[in-house]
């Protein structure tokens, strides 16, 4: 099989995924769709100018050539490279690579207390807190520091206040709004992705099947990002 032929199906590949991707309206060039995905795809803005000139020599493959001759074949190295991309945005990185933490948590009957001294041992500011080995909800530094600084401002017994169960504590806003459920199965790109959309984020959980009450595999948090992205270079 000629590179041409190779070169112009993980084109097509590409094309066809790129679309998907977008999920614009209208009919976009292929290189208006490169422009736009490079954007806020990683894998499309590190191939982007590679891309743009794999438009221009499809171009000239499919519009000048002739039924029984090919007027331009491709290089071994970038039909190579095109088929590496098509394969990347048709089978992106999941998230099952990535090697599982064991990621502490506590009982939604523990106290404040035992939340505040838990965070202190591993330096985690993000404690997912259990009911019957099922995830209810996640305790942050932010959510502890606004609650007794609220008990102080009311002038409630700290000590007291501390004995205050952890469930009573969580907000539902607060995974709403700081965090985001993701499956072992999604992709690397969406943890990324998660991040950029919403820059109040505090961590993307991932768990088995991407249900919030599901065992948790992974914690992410921004400074995971540079990871994520080497494994999409790679």
Known sequence: MSNAIDFISAYNTIDSRL?????????????DLV???????NT??????????????RNVIVH?????????????????????????LSMPPRLSVLREKNVTGIDAEATL???????????????????????????NNRR????????????????????????????AEDMNRFYRVLGRSDTVQEAIDAF???RKLLAVVVTESGDAGDRIVNLLTSADIPMLIRILEE
């Open 44 to 57: 499309v803005r590190k191939y982007e100018d590679d891309l743009l000139l794999c438009a221009r020599l």
């Open 113 to 139: 207390a035992e939340a505040l001294v838990r965070i202190a041992q591993t330096n985690y500011s993000n404690l997912p807190v259990y009911r019957k080995d099922r995830m209810i909800g996640i305790l």
């Open 64 to 88: 000048e050539s002739k039924k029984d001759r090919i007027i331009a074949e491709p290089c071994d190295d970038l039909t190579r490279l095109i088929g590496h991309v098509a394969e990347l």
């Open 19 to 31: 679309r998907a991707i977008y999920r614009g309206k209208g009919n976009l060039q292929f290189s």
């Open 144 to 171: 502890v520091v606004r609650v007794v600084g609220q008990a102080l401002e009311r002038g409630e017994d700290v000590d007291v206040f501390l004995q205050t169960p952890c469930s009573q504590i969580l907000q």
């Open 35 to 41: 422009r736009r995905c490079a954007e806020f795809n």
């Open 196 to 198: 950029e959309d919403n």
